[in-house]
């Protein structure tokens, strides 16, 4: 079974500064999607960034970035120019080439970040 | 996307009572997930849901304590039976959609919090 890994409970960033979160997971597949999702206090989940891993480019969505290390099996966000609107909690999620099946999210267990003035 | 409602937003019950949560979806959808989130913790998949068949439940969670009913391709509702204070979480519907090519981009409903006494 796969699992997700988030090892910053917590993580703080000055607005306009740049913060990176951590994501490890483990899996056997070779093929799967990883996933960035924002939970802001609202509850609603929002879709940040997906990257395929077989693509060796990062995905970028405007301020966002991450940096896919496959060997080490690590995903990790990227924010730049950091605003207020971007605190929340965010969770890196894991699930499997589609098949022709729906297959589950898998997720870490989330990091909270706050956005200071 | 994918416009989703739930309701009830949230809920304050009575252990032993049971609840039913209801979540629509803006237009059809194949699969339907409920997701449950204790509280700081991470978002569990409790069953997918296909419309015309029985639901397909994870390790831990079982349909006499999480009944799932798929009537149509856009709604579908879990019933939290027998509650206890154990089961206060959020509970959060979501839906697969085609994004593109050959990726199913999954969207979230804004989540149910449910507290039991």
């Known amino acids: 079974a796969q699992t997700v890994t988030q090892s910053q409970p917590e993580m703080s960033v000055q607005e306009a500064e740049t913060v990176t979160l951590s994501c490890t997971y483990d899996?056997?597949?070779?093929?799967?999607?990883l996933f960035w999702y924002k939970q802001p206090p609202s509850r609603q989940m929002i879709l940040v960034i997906r990257q395929e891993a077989y693509k060796q480019q990062n995905a970028t969505e405007n301020r966002f970035s991450v940096n896919f290390q496959k060997a080490a099996k690590s995903f990790s966000l990227k924010i730049s120019d950091s605003q207020l609107g971007d605190a929340a909690m965010y969770f890196c999620?894991?699930?499997?080439?589609?098949?022709?099946?729906?297959?589950?999210?898998?997720f870490g267990t989330g990091t909270r970040l706050q956005v200071t003035l | 996307s994918a416009v989703i409602s739930q309701k009830p937003s949230r809920d304050i019950c009575q252990r032993g009572t049971s609840l039913t949560i209801q979540c629509q979806v803006d237009s059809q959808v194949t699969m339907m997930f409920w997701y449950r989130q204790q509280p700081g913790q991470s978002l569990t998949l409790i069953a997918t849901?296909?419309?015309?068949?029985?639901?397909?439940?994870e390790s831990g969670f079982v349909i006499d304590k999480f009944p799932i009913s798929r009537p149509n391709l856009t709604f579908s509702t879990l019933t939290v039976s027998n509650m206890s204070p154990e089961d206060s979480s959020i509970y959060l519907c979501?839906?697969?959609?085609?994004?593109?090519?050959?990726?199913?981009?999954?969207?979230f409903g804004p989540g149910t919090r449910l507290t039991v006494l």
């Open positions: 899996t056997s597949e070779s093929d799967y999607y």
């Open positions: 849901a296909n419309q015309g068949s029985e639901a397909t439940y």
């Open positions: 999620a894991y699930k499997t080439i589609n098949t022709g099946t729906a297959s589950k999210l898998t």
């Open positions: 979501s839906v697969e959609r085609t994004s593109g090519g050959f990726y199913n981009e999954q969207f």
